[in-house]
């Protein structure tokens, strides 16, 4: 059987073609988040509109995952896979061209928008292609191109903004993108998905239609049945609690995230690079939290390893929230977290495509994973009113004692499901 085989090269780079993947997806978000100090002063806005655009483009990211997931189950992961990447590479270029306000919001939204359909698409080619034995690590290793895209945008802007301006920042972002845009060329199509459509007989030609309308239709209904499947028994419930559990694990996560700058600033008087170096400096460290996570959950199980993190990074919120008052136990408890309380996210691929069936994961797929931009969409939307209004010690410690427990319960049931 496909499963029984162990990896070969085309394993590897498959892997090391969704990492990148995800890399330059969140290279294109994280760079917006060190921009933004430079175009709020360029085009004179604030914090709260810079915070509603990204909402928007997370907004826009669960609109684009309603779509993508039935297209992957239709047309293929192979061909959406690459579209996907040529749009943020686009987002990613025009944004560098903004001239005004508006233009700006309009870019990052084709961007982001984009970029964030990338992961579930990613994580589903590549769950369907490699040994199940080795998920676990290899799916860790795919996540992991989150903090290495944080780390490589905070490495952009501090050595070109100052040399060279903001835009070309954009600009440069674009060039591995478009590189790895090439290398994709020779992504085989999943051999899953190639057995599903053989057994469901299902023309991805057109012109094997009578006309365009019948094609049109084939995808609608592609589309409905998928939906239905989805929203449905069993995988109902299993949808329900993957989004309880994420939107729990990402509103814990994303406040410490957007949070940590400003705490650096305020509470040490760190200034904008200083804190990029830091905010770098814990993505590398993240990058081997998530490997970790993956390759334990595949040892331990997603249940146990989700308890061992989600509890250790907890206890360094609690750290970091109360007990750092010199910067030498904040950057410690810090640097910990970015180990423990990111790497959760490590082994949160498995949970949108292990736990559903190959003619419906692309939509399951997608449709999960929009859970976690719903989560970045409420929080980068409220993030500066949270900031100025109630301020992010009392934030945190809400989290603690809400969002984590609600994580742990759903989490102990859904792997139990």
């Not at 498959?14 to 060190?34: K, P």
């Not at 943020?88 to 970029?115: D, E, P, Q, Y």
């Not at 994709?184 to 199509?189: D, M």
Request: proline share 2%.
């Amino acid at each position: 059987m496909y499963e029984s085989q162990g990896l070969n090269r085309y394993h590897l780079l498959l892997v090391f073609i969704t990492f990148l993947g995800w890399m330059i997806s969140a290279m294109d978000a994280s760079l917006f988040f060190f921009v933004g100090p430079y175009l709020m002063e360029r085009f004179d806005f604030d914090l709260q509109a810079f915070g509603f655009i990204v909402g928007g483009g997370f907004f826009l990211a669960i609109f684009f995952s309603v779509f993508v997931g039935p297209l992957m189950d239709f047309w293929g992961r192979k061909i959406i896979f690459q579209w996907i990447l040529v749009l943020v590479t686009v987002g990613t270029f025009l944004s560098g061209l903004a001239w005004n306000f508006t233009s700006l919001v309009i870019f990052r939204l084709i961007a982001t928008g984009s970029a964030f359909a990338e992961y579930a698409v990613g994580a589903t080619i590549l769950i369907e292609s490699v040994p199940k034995k080795h998920r676990g690590w290899l799916l860790g290793i795919m996540a992991a191109g989150w903090p290495a895209g944080t780390a490589l945008a905070g490495i952009i802007t501090s050595y070109s903004i100052p040399n060279l301006g903001w835009r070309s920042a954009f600009f440069i972002a674009t060039i591995p993108a478009f590189v790895i845009i090439v290398i994709r060329l020779f992504v085989e199509e999943s051999e899953q998905f190639k057995k599903e459509r053989k057994r469901q007989a299902i023309s991805l030609d057109f012109r094997a239609n009578k006309n365009f309308m019948e094609f049109v239709n084939n995808q609608v209904n592609v589309f409905k049945t998928n939906y239905s499947k989805l929203l449905s028994g069993k995988n109902l419930s299993n949808s329900i609690l993957v989004w309880v559990y994420i939107n729990a694990a990402v509103f814990s996560y994303s406040l410490l995230i957007w949070f940590a700058p400003y705490w650096m600033r305020d509470a040490f008087g760190l200034d904008l690079m200083q804190t990029t170096y830091i905010t770098v400096l814990g993505s590398l460290i993240s990058i081997l939290g998530y490997i970790c996570c993956g390759w334990l959950g595949g040892y331990l199980g997603i249940r146990k390893t989700n308890l061992i993190f989600l509890s250790t990074g907890t206890v360094l919120i609690v750290w970091i929230n109360y007990f750092s008052n010199e910067f030498s136990s904040f950057l410690t408890g810090y640097l910990l977290w970015n180990f423990f309380g990111a790497g959760i996210w490590g082994i949160i691929p498995r949970l949108f495509t292990e736990k559903f069936h190959t003619s419906i994961r692309g939509t399951a797929a997608s449709l999960n994973s929009a859970s976690c931009w719903l989560g970045w969409a409420v929080i980068s939307s409220f993030s500066p009113f949270i900031l100025e209004y109630i301020g992010f010690n009392l934030i945190i410690y809400l989290s603690v004692i809400i969002f984590f427990p609600i994580a742990l319960i759903t989490n102990w049931i859904m792997t139990r499901s």
